[in-house]
């Protein structure tokens, strides 16, 4: 059996939960991320206290469970159903990336999902969505210091692995094109205040990589998008005398979207192709989380 691309492997754990009659409980936990025995560890917990419906939770186990989010309803198609099927694990998966979206700055956006068949790669987008909730959930809501930096820095590893980058190729897919620009904007503003948190306590701090990518193809196009905070990257040649605070201030809260397309030609030859490539577009825009916009440099 392969190994799973996400760990924990949310969906897995929800599939494969016994029938409702056999909880000991009103509900069942998934151990999210641990912490040392003197800090409280973060959990996703399934809650049903109703015939009707059930709820996923973000907890953590303090002396009594804190609740950092709890989902909205996720309705059952009858009141004898013993487990959640196709159709509840996609209410729960709209659910998921609608509450993500209220975390960014813009508010008015909605996700809704038409036709989709749950196949392996929805799997892996479903635990994708989950663990991206967690991690901006963590940011905001996760009071302690130390539970907060430990479980985000667990789940940044797993957010930015090659098999998180190859799932959220579908992820945007299926969010469309607007969408997949609050959805970044959503993380690279959580991201941001996680690093200025961190930089307040630590003046040692090393600003990890947080450039997302991904690239497409099509017919005769190679496409590559990009998105990075601006204050994730690197500054060249900084005159910090001369340094405008009001501006240091502004570019915090920028971050970077990216568009990279190549046209590419092929001609087969009698013992070789000949692939001719040129630079079609290139395009930054540094842009405001609120979608005021700084610059836009075209090529």
């Known amino acids: ?47 049903k206290n109703s015939t009707s419906h059930i709820t996923l939770s973000i907890v953590t186990n ?35 990336i609608n509450w993500v979206l209220r975390y960014g700055p813009n508010k008015k956006y909605t996700f809704r999902l038409g036709a989709i ?66 959805w970044m904007r959503t993380l690279n503003l959580a991201t941001t205040n996680w690093i200025i948190e961190i930089m307040s306590s630590s003046s040692s701090f090393r600003i990890p990589s947080v450039l997302f990518s991904y690239a497409v193809s099509a017919i005769g196009l190679w496409k590559v998008q990009l998105y990075c905070p601006v204050i994730a990257m690197n500054m060249e040649e900084s005159s910090s005398l001369n340094q405008d605070e009001r501006l240091a201030f502004s570019l915090k809260y920028q971050h970077v979207e990216g568009v990279v397309q190549l046209a590419y030609k092929t001609t087969l030859r009698e013992n070789w192709v000949d692939v001719e490539i040129k630079v079609d577009n290139v395009r930054l825009v540094i842009t ?12």
């Open 62 to 96: 303090f002396h009594v469970p804190v609740y950092l989010w709890t989902s909205s309803p996720i309705y059952l198609s009858n009141k004898m159903q013993q487990t959640l099927d196709e159709p509840e694990l996609i209410q729960l998966f709209v659910d998921i």
């Open 288 to 299: 405001g989380y609120h979608k005021e916009k700084c610059s836009n440099y075209l090529i």
């Open 117 to 182: 068949q749950t196949n392996e790669n929805f799997k892996n987008v479903f635990n994708l969505a989950c663990l991206t909730l967690v991690f901006v959930v963590c940011i905001y809501e996760a009071a302690p210091h130390d539970l907060r930096r430990g479980c985000v820095d667990a789940l940044k590893v797993q957010l930015t692995s090659s098999n998180a980058k190859e799932f959220s190729k579908y992820l945007v897919r299926i969010l469309g094109a607007n969408l997949e620009e609050e």
């Open 1 to 47: 059996m392969d190994a799973p691309a996400f760990v924990p492997d949310v969906w897995a754990w929800i599939c494969n939960l016994p029938p409702f009659s056999q909880w000991k409980t009103s509900s069942v936990s998934l151990c999210i991320c641990t912490s040392t025995t003197k800090q409280p560890s973060m959990f996703l917990s399934i809650n």
